[in-house]
């Protein structure tokens, strides 16, 4: 029967002692450390006007100076083609010539333009930006969200003092059966 009391004083002592949200809440508003808590364990930081870029370069392959280079020689066959017709115009003796040219001529156009066909433009390079923190000047706005800020104070403080006197019925309760439970113990072994 003393276990039986002393799990009736520990089950009191447990009923009474928890301190829920809540009541740490009231605890440290009451040592007036609520607010040096928690702005030690949330520190605001404001970004108002501030912007973070961060850069990923995008993966990507040149072929710019591929085309350039087939370009120029494109250029450079193309204008002794060009020279050729204009040599054959005085001479009948160069017509291989000519088409040899010519040949190389269309086979470097085909390149060119098969590559500037699959070529594809560079990726950019993606840049993330973070947003600014919007502040609100408006002051009928400010006076509205002060007002509801009052009320949800008022609400918590009404809600405080029932868990207050809650926790007070049931901790009341508690030591009634513990002292209950006690006298029961004695009478009924005659302890004393």
Known sequence: MIFAALVVLFLGFLLCGCMSTNKAIGYLEKKGKLAGTCADHYPVVDSAGKTTIVYRPADNVDHTKQLDSLKND?????????????????DTGCVRTI????????????????????YKPC???TAF???????DTNPAKTAALQQ????????????QDKASKRGKLIGGAGILIAVGMGAFVIAKFKIL
């Open 74 to 90: 494109f250029d450079q066959q193309l204008q002794a083609f060009k020279d050729a017709q204009h040599a054959q115009a005085h």
């Open 148 to 159: 509801q800020v009052t009320e949800y104070k008022t609400k918590y403080e009404t809600a």
């Open 99 to 118: 088409q040899e040219l010519q040949r190389q001529y269309e086979n470097l156009r085909d390149q060119y333009l098969d590559l500037k066909a699959k």
């Open 129 to 135: 930006i973070t947003k600014d923190v919007y502040h």
């Open 123 to 125: 990726n950019p390079d």
